[in-house]
């Protein structure tokens, strides 16, 4: 399968409106971050997209991406799902719904944030047309794909990361559980992890933190994603493990999709 970052910004994304420090202004593109996301492409081709974030729409046109497959969602803060509505474009093209897979708890305000695509309003043109499906508790198939679910902290709620074969991702998630660390040692040859800034957060985990979370998980190469712009790739890179490396909008690597 075929992973790509859509997005590795935090909740601003990057630069940031009116923000006149050096990253904000960096000419480096690693710099510019639109709100964190991932992309899969597996062998035969189906499209799995983590997260719809406000810059959904420019996140597939720059990769070319014409079509999904299917959307799991981690939670539902407004910079991981607010770019909801732009599933209608894919509709035009294949007069199907789309499977969007999230927690059973956060359904209903999904729903309500979106409530014009869920009831008939007399509105004539086209609304997401899509299958809201709550997204099931430990192992799942999805498009010739097993991935395993694990709810992670975040604050006053939970997120969602995933396992497929050799892969994993997680964002937005303050730390581990010990049980999902175990379960998932030795399993993992490249991660992508949120690691916000190298700072304290209280419900993020910041780039120390997802450093040791990727040691601990005997990961080969880990990817840090959802950065803020206090975040200079090129200057901070040296503060990494050998193991550990930024993620960058548009970074794209094939994986064996095997369990």
């Known amino acids: 399968m075929r992973i790509t970052l859509l997005g590795t910004g935090t909740s601003t994304g990057v630069p940031i409106i009116g923000c006149p420090c050096s990253v904000c202004h960096s000419k480096d593109p690693r710099d510019q971050r639109t709100r964190t996301s991932l992309a899969i492409v597996t062998e035969a081709s189906k499209v799995i997209i983590i997260d719809t974030t406000p810059e959904f729409r420019i996140q597939m046109l720059r990769e070319n991406l014409t079509t999904v497959d299917s959307v799991l969602y981690t939670h539902i803060h407004a910079d991981h799902c607010h770019g909801f509505d732009d599933l209608r474009a894919i509709y035009f093209r294949t007069k199907r719904s789309v499977p969007c897979y999230l927690p059973q ?155």
Do not use: C
């Open 105 to 259: 708890e956060m359904m209903a305000e999904f729903r309500s944030r979106f409530d014009y695509a869920f009831r008939d309003t007399g509105y004539l043109g086209t609304k997401p047309q899509v299958e809201l499906i709550a997204t099931p508790e430990g192992t799942f198939s999805l498009h010739g794909l097993e991935f395993e679910a694990v709810r992670l902290p975040h604050g006053s709620v939970s997120t969602v990361g995933f396992r497929s074969g050799r892969f994993a991702y997680a964002t937005d998630f303050k730390a581990f559980p010990d049980h999902v660390i175990e379960a998932w040692r030795g399993k993992i040859d490249v991660m992508v992890a949120s690691g916000i800034h190298f700072g304290q957060h209280p419900t993020h985990s910041v780039i120390p933190e997802t450093a040791e979370l990727f040691k601990k998980l005997g990961v080969k190469r880990g990817i840090l994603t959802h950065l803020a712009h206090d975040v200079d790739i090129r200057r901070d890179l040296s503060r990494l493990p050998a193991y550990v490396e930024f993620g960058y909008d548009g970074l794209s690597f094939e994986i064996n999709g095997g369990n």
